[in-house]
């Protein structure tokens, strides 16, 4: 058994602090200290790329920069390393989507993976000129997909549906390899166009017997289809070489936040039409109405998985907090409920990448559940930020 690992690009900046933002947020609220210019994004995806990692995520949304022109631009900047881009559909056509994907394919052949955002903000929707509720949105992915799939088998499709219409569609170029198609969503809409379309089903990390439920969900409906779904996750991570450095970072975290800021943050994320956000604001909601957020491990949920991200921060609001073995538990927990592909991050993005990559790789690849092969290659002497892992 070999996991896929994945890191994250943070096309709206980097931080040593929790960045705001994201899922719905207002645009230009999540703003890190480091700029997020191609040369930053291309040092942490090289870095990924040396450490064996599959792909790094780049997000969408009016919060961050445009992930197919940023990665476009990274890609040329690395060798190996996959891209797995967020995108919208029905805020471009579907045959457009498709020939962007092709191209991409063409000049970074295996390179593109695609992560189907459908949107849970009406208001952040309305501001691309998408006026459908999230109803609706889900049944036009549904009606997208197909479409997509149809052109990228080399078909000439003419679709008259409810959301999509196309006459005499084709592609002069069709992709190769078709790019896998990454999902999520907590709804019982998501769960159904999960089930027709995705290859990779994505949660973000409730605890894993809560993940297990969902992939038993997710896995009946795919069979009721003829499909069978993998499984990945979303989760932050702070790992060091001791349980105690990990959970003294998270306090150092929680440290630059305060009552006023988390308050606006979490009111905004109330809004949010998304199943899976009112999950990730139910796993501290307790805490932000007694006081006790400010304890680091008044926010550990399940072992080692950390709650605190999410005060500020939409979208992924957990993490995995610990030694570098106890990082590696967790994770094997969530490989045994079905996941097989782990999509990860950390403030800062690069220093927090050396970290896992020399701390939990190696302890991953001891257990077999990575393999390394493509990580050997790393230099990590010399390194002024982060000690070698014992």
């Known amino acids: 058994m070999s996991l896929k690992l994945h890191w994250f ?30 040369g930053y994004l291309s040092s942490i995806a090289r870095a990924a790329e040396d450490f064996g990692f599959t792909a790094a995520l780049t997000p969408a949304g009016a919060w961050c920069e445009d992930a197919w022109l940023t990665t476009a631009m990274v890609a040329r900047e690395t060798e190996r390393l996959g891209f797995l881009v967020a995108f919208r559909p029905g805020l471009v056509s579907p045959t457009l989507a498709a020939q962007m994907a092709a191209t991409f394919t063409k000049h970074a052949p295996g390179r593109l ?51 999509i219409t196309v006459e005499e569609a084709t592609l002069a170029t069709l992709p190769d390899p078709v790019p896998p198609i990454y999902f ?11 089930a027709h379309h995705s290859d990779v089903y994505l949660t973000w990390g409730e605890p894993p017997a809560a993940v297990a439920t969902k992939i038993d969900w997710i896995r009946g409906l ?39 800021t988390i308050a606006h943050i979490q009111e905004g994320l109330g809004r949010s039409e998304s199943t899976g956000q009112a999950s990730m604001r139910a ?37 995995l907090v610990g030694s570098h073995s106890e990082v590696a538990d967790l994770i094997a927990e969530y490989a045994a409920v079905g996941v097989d592909e782990f999509v990860l991050s950390g403030y800062p993005h ?26 050997r290659s790393i230099t990590t002497s010399g390194t002024p930020f982060v000690p070698a892992a014992r």
Request: charged fraction near 25%.
């Open 283 to 319: 796993l501290h909601e307790q805490n932000r109405a007694d006081g006790s957020w400010q304890d680091p491990r008044a926010l550990e949920i399940v072992p080692n998985l950390w709650s605190g991200v999410g005060l500020v921060r939409g979208g992924a609001g957990t993490a």
């Open 184 to 194: 999520g969503g907590s709804s019982p809409e998501a769960g159904t166009v999960a």
């Open 350 to 375: 690069l220093e927090e990448l050396y970290w896992f990559g020399e701390g939990v790789v190696p302890e991953l690849t001891r257990r077999g559940l990575f393999d390394d092969r493509l990580s």
């Open 9 to 38: 690009l943070p096309t709206y900046g980097d931080s040593r602090f929790i960045v705001g933002g994201g899922h719905g947020q207002p645009a230009g609220i999540a703003r890190g200290d480091r700029d997020a210019s191609i």
């Open 113 to 163: 993976l695609l992560n189907v955002v459908t949107g849970g903000e009406s208001a952040e929707q309305r501001a691309y000129g998408d006026h459908l509720d999230k109803a609706a949105r889900y049944a036009r992915s549904d009606e997208f997909l197909s479409v997509v799939r149809r052109l990228w088998a080399g078909e000439t499709v003419t679709h008259r549906g409810e959301h």
């Open 222 to 260: 795919a069979a009721q289809q003829g499909r069978t779904v993998t499984f990945g996750v979303r989760l932050h991570v702070i790992t060091r070489d001791t349980s105690e450095a990990a959970w003294a970072e998270a306090g150092r975290l929680l440290e630059a936040l305060d009552a006023d």
